[in-house]
Nanobody, 124 residues
Framework: QVQLVESGGGLVQAGGSLRLSCAAS????????MGWFRQAPGKERKFIAA????????NYADSVKGRFTIYRDVAKNTVYLQMNSLKPEDTAVYYC?????????????????WGLGTQVTVSS
């Protein structure tokens, strides 16, 4: 049973924008936290952003603060990642994740559900 499906990745020039979408099943979307991670070739998967079902200020990695925005559409069971001012170092496979640990949102181990990822490539 597919729980999370990412879309919206692609090739973009540096300085451009992309919006990633993560469509979730109703059960998965009810998780306490939804997050985005990314993984570049040969590197570990890293936290990008997270948003809590209860509200509050989303969390962001320092590398994307001011450029990326995470938000959710409850009616569509979808979480988005708006990415602006993209840089070549943003190139990676981006993964959506869902979990119930609202304190450890930056750790991959705290997420129970993962999508298959979507490729984002930023050319210089």
């Amino acid at each position: 049973q597919v729980q999370l499906v990412e879309s919206g990745g692609g090739l973009v020039q540096a300085g451009g924008s992309l919006r990633l979408s993560c469509a979730a099943s109703e059960r998965t979307f009810s998780s306490s936290v939804m997050g985005w991670f990314r993984q570049a070739p040969g590197k570990e998967r890293k936290f990008i952003a997270a948003i809590r079902r209860s509200g509050g200020i989303p969390n962001y990695a320092d590398s994307v603060k001011g450029r990326f925005t995470i938000y959710r559409d409850v009616a569509k069971n979808t979480v988005y990642l708006q990415m602006n001012s993209l840089k070549p170092e943003d190139t990676a496979v981006y993964y959506c994740a869902a979990g119930d640990n609202v304190m450890g949102v930056t750790f991959t181990r705290n997420y129970e559900y993962w999508g298959l990822g979507t490729q984002v490539t930023v050319s210089s």
